[in-house]
């Protein structure tokens, strides 16, 4: 028995093995946990790094996005860019263009006009006479004249007139404009310049009489002209102060540009040539350098004072300026100055269309006259042509 209990272990060496153990394992659940934690950390990190690498991918490629259409953006802003400089350089060139017009060729641009219209813009002349309706014979002065007096025509009133008469048969003249507007001699004028007794009371007593008033001669001199066109009537308008005449020859001159009535506007600057007051100031061109009239030119008849003119080519238009005051269904209203005897002048714009055809003037309102549109004159020659 003894012998036995020799032999035991005692109790604290099993305590302290088993303490042993428990810190061993325990320093071993220790270490994988700490080894856990690690992976878990560096699981987390490798999330992290993709997550990172991932962004910078994104960025990487939104950079590229941005970097091509950075380069897009450029070429177009280039390209306005050379659009915005190459229109600066045209407005720049425009606006040098129209200042020099402004500054230094307003009035030339309107010389160039008249330099060019004028050629085609004629002294319309004529005489008329008044015949019986039942006989044909034409009125006569009565008695013939005093040798005492000069030749110019005796008016009426200072003289009695018959169809029985010995004297000179009675030829009222008259002037008036027209311009051509077709290549075969076709002109526009008004209705009242080639029947002057419609608009001139001086000898309705004439017509109240029962005799009928009769053009005798009607001819056309132009510019460039040394000798008159015999006229002939071709078309009245029934409703407007419109007339188209042809030339018996062709003057072979260019036609006149034919514009438009719609595109007149109100403070439009507007020309008028023609020839205001007839032969009296084209007969003032025959005054000599020292103001005399020291010719017997204008001591004779009214045509052939007409003939010596284009002989010594002294036949031209007078150019008026006026502003458009209104456009009124068949008129346009303008304060361009004009008198008798420019009736049937053209009417144009500042680039040389005809706009218009003067008629006449605005009673008890200086320096206003009315012209009708030119697209009625228009129609008149479409029927003259078609005819």
């Not at 407005?91 to 008249?114: H, K, M, N, P």
């Not at 078309?235 to 034919?258: G, H």
Request: aromatic share 6%; with cysteine; net charge negative.
């Amino acid at each position: 028995m003894t012998h036995l209990s020799h032999h035991k272990r005692p109790p604290y060496l099993t305590i302290a093995v088993l303490a042993l153990a428990v810190c061993a394992l325990g320093l071993m659940s220790l270490r994988q946990y700490q080894q856990i934690q690690e992976l878990r950390n560096n699981q987390i990190d490798s999330r992290l790094v993709l997550t990172q690498v991932d962004r910078i991918g994104a960025l990487n490629q939104h950079s590229a996005v941005l970097e091509e259409r950075s380069k897009e953006l450029n070429y177009t802003l280039d390209s306005l860019q050379r659009n915005v400089d190459n229109r600066i350089s045209q407005t720049e060139s425009q606006l040098d263009r129209i200042g020099q017009y402004i500054i230094d060729d307003a009035d030339e641009q309107e010389s160039r006009v008249i330099h060019d219209l004028s050629g085609s813009i004629c002294l319309i002349q004529g005489e008329y006479i008044f015949v019986e309706p039942q006989t044909g014979l034409p009125l006569r002065y009565v008695d013939p004249p005093d040798p005492v007096e000069d030749d110019s025509p005796i008016e009426p009133a200072a003289a009695t007139v018959s169809t029985e008469g010995v004297g000179d048969i009675l030829k009222i003249h008259f002037t008036g404009t027209g311009f051509l507007v077709h290549s075969d001699g076709y002109i526009v004028t008004n209705r009242h310049v080639i029947e002057p007794w419609s608009a001139d009371q001086t000898y309705q007593h004439c017509i109240n009489a029962g005799y009928q008033p009769k053009v005798h001669v009607l001819r056309a001199f132009f510019p460039e002209l040394r000798k008159p066109i015999e006229l002939t009537v071709r078309a009245k308008s029934p409703d407007d102060d419109l007339a188209i005449v042809q030339c018996r020859t062709n003057p072979e001159l260019p036609p006149l540009a034919f514009g438009s009535a719609g595109s007149v506007q109100p403070g439009q600057t507007l020309l008028i040539l023609g020839y205001p007051r007839g032969l009296d100031l084209l007969a003032a061109r025959l005054v000599s350098p020292d103001g005399n009239r020291g010719t017997a030119q204008l001591q004779t008849q009214a045509m052939q004072i007409a003939e010596n003119l284009a002989r010594l080519q002294l036949i031209g238009p007078l150019a008026t300026r006026g502003m458009c005051g209104k456009v009124a269904g068949d008129r346009i209203i303008y304060d361009a100055s004009t008198a008798q005897g420019a009736s049937g002048s053209p009417v144009v714009d500042k680039q040389g269309r005809v706009v218009a055809v003067n008629a006449a003037l605005i009673r008890d309102f200086d320096g206003a006259g009315f012209g009708i549109p030119i697209d009625k004159a228009a129609q008149l020659l479409e029927t003259c042509l078609n005819q």
